[in-house]
């Protein structure tokens, strides 16, 4: 465990800032890079000087570059070391005005030539741990007016106390708006229509230069747009964040989030997150799926807690794909890809899967535990101190409240695989006869009842069948489709189910998976090594 000194400056410390300096002033990103990744990570296990005593020490200005670099550094291993009951108002409310500094460091220059440079994973690190320590606070604060805080502690009571020091900091409203600020100062939403134009491509973006920063910056801005929003509940306002972005599979090697991987996860994962939550599961399933698709996944190249992120970021991309597919009606060889079963049978327990599609209330239980391992963590976008008794209800209650919501819907489809399966097994059937086959109880009064509730859930497979899906545009357009396996219509007491009606096999995303596939498996071979020379003599 590395210590935190307050007076003492160790050698490795300076020779760190001072190499860091350097880099930061030629421009040197793979060096800074390194010293991120590499450097810090090794200097962290032994000792981090304050940012107090670097500048006391080494005289570097509190708003300098290289110190503001440093406090963040410094401010992210404070993070993921101590608990957040361990971690003081002061070192929060510091990193509140770090993080704005940095950015005004971008919002002040005028045009958008940006002096300084920074690798694109430490530029997205940046938003991303922005994101995660306003939604921490904001929890945080929640936890102390919550029903389980000890009010009548004297140790509650002083905590209390810390933040009416600071009312200010960490206000949701504020961060959104410095994120908007990044977007409009970039003209990020510019280039992406010329990205899509075929004018630039994502290597032109995520190039170093002088608009490096702040082109790349407004990109990353737009997933924590996102992020936030999905957080709150606010699933159209997430999407509509994102509505730039291109989300095509076919064209995925030319997105800029697939460039950085924690990016790219993070943006498939809250993306097809509130796509679920919107009732448009086929479009959740197509995100998701791309999710678990992505071979550049699954070594990502970077320190061991973003491959431990991005590993359970995976995870629970399968769980909700899981819930999505039974919600959306369809099933794994529908998608055209046969290795979607393989994929969710390496990260969904098969009973599990078995147990959604059983239509009782066990089914209920394992949507419930499903969600509650998978969905992000919700906050109330609220201060501790304006909103008070907002934050009574404790840092858990949006969690319950989108639970709620998600099982709502749940509920209404419950019987709906079932009735399905029903439907699969016959071209024309009675209401009479569909009743039969649904009950046990072959009662006047009982067949009477199931057909009533038959005739509901039909009308409700109608309904619930018929979703928007998305072909072209932006993530929020799309127009409805009946997107079952199974359609039908009553002609009176009859029943008509369309044998024709069946989702066609989309082949070539089957074979674009495995061209895909094969590119992955012999990037970097030589094609004249792969046969030795006594091979080519015995073919040629």
């Known amino acids: 465990m590395s210590q935190f000194t307050d007076e003492i400056v160790s050698d490795r ?5 001072e190499e860091l300096h350097t880099a930061l002033k030629e421009r040197d990103a793979l060096k800074i890079h390194e010293l991120k990744e590499s450097r810090f990570t090794d200097l962290a296990q032994e000792d981090v000087a304050k940012p107090d005593a670097v500048m006391k020490h080494m005289g570097y200005e509190e708003d300098s570059l290289v110190m503001l670099l440093y406090k963040e550094l410094h401010t992210r291993h404070i993070y993921s070391t101590k608990k957040a009951d361990e971690i003081r108002i002061e070192d929060r409310a510091a990193a509140w005005h770090n993080y704005l500094a940095l950015f005004n460091k971008v919002l002040e220059c005028e045009g958008d030539r940006i002096s300084f440079d920074l690798p694109n994973g430490w530029l ?3 938003i991303d741990e922005f994101v995660y320590q306003l939604q921490e606070y904001c929890r945080y604060c929640a936890d102390r007016h919550g029903p389980a805080a000890k009010k009548d502690s004297a140790e509650e009571a002083e905590r209390l106390k810390e933040l009416e020091r600071f009312p200010k900091i960490w206000d949701p409203v504020t961060g959104i708006k410095y994120l ?13 229509t010329q990205i899509k134009q075929g004018k630039l491509t994502a290597a032109d973006v995520l190039s170093p230069g002088t608009m490096h920063v702040s082109r790349v910056w407004g990109y990353f801005a737009m997933v924590g747009l996102l992020r936030i929003h999905v ?20 064209k995925e090697g030319e997105k800029i989030f697939k460039k950085v991987q924690a990016c790219h996860i993070t943006i498939l994962y809250y993306a097809g997150f509130a796509y679920m939550m919107m009732r448009r599961h086929y479009d959740a399933v197509r995100i998701l799926l791309q999710a678990l698709r992505s071979r550049s996944l699954e070594s990502a190249q970077t320190t061991n807690q973003t491959v431990s992120n991005i590993a359970k970021m995976r995870e629970n991309c399968a769980k909700l794909l899981a819930m999505a597919l039974e919600l959306a009606g369809c099933r794994p060889q529908m998608m055209g890809d046969e290795t979607v079963a393989g994929l969710l049978a390496q990260r969904v327990k098969s009973e599990d ?24 963590r919700f906050f109330t976008p609220s201060s501790a101190l304006v909103d008070i008794e907002v934050c009574e209800a404790g840092k858990n209650e ?15 489809q419950l019987r709906l695989p079932i009735l399905r399966s029903y439907l699969k097994l016959y071209s024309t059937i009675t209401l009479d006869k569909l009743a039969r086959t649904a009950t046990d109880n072959g009662e006047a009064d009982a067949l009477a009842t199931e057909k009533q509730s ?7 497979l109608k309904h619930k069948s018929r979703q928007q899906s998305w072909s072209q545009g932006s993530p929020l357009d799309g ?3 009946c997107l079952s396996d199974a359609d039908f219509y009553f002609d009176r007491e009859i029943l008509h189910i369309d044998a024709d009606f069946r989702r066609p096999q989309a082949n070539s995303s089957y074979f674009v998976s495995h061209i895909e596939t094969l590119r992955n498996a012999t990037r970097g071979l030589n094609p004249h090594d792969i046969f030795t020379k006594q091979a080519r003599a015995h073919y040629s």
């Open 398 to 412: 949006s969690l319950f409240t989108q639970l709620n919501l998600f099982l709502r819907e749940v509920r209404q």
């Open 454 to 460: 038959l005739t509901r859930e039909l009308m409700c």
């Open 231 to 250: 957080l709150v509940g606010d699933y159209y306002q997430a999407l509509k964040c994102v509505a730039n972005i291109d989300f095509t599979p076919e």
């Open 353 to 376: 899967r078995e147990m959604l599609k059983q239509g009782n209330e066990d089914s209920i239980a394992t949507f419930r535990s499903l969600f509650m391992q998978a969905c992000p």
């Open 180 to 192: 908007q600020r990044l977007i409009k100062k970039s003209d990020i939403t510019v280039v992406l």
């Open 13 to 17: 410390a300076k020779k760190f800032i």
């Open 479 to 481: 127009s409805y489709k």
């Open 124 to 126: 997205y690190d940046i």
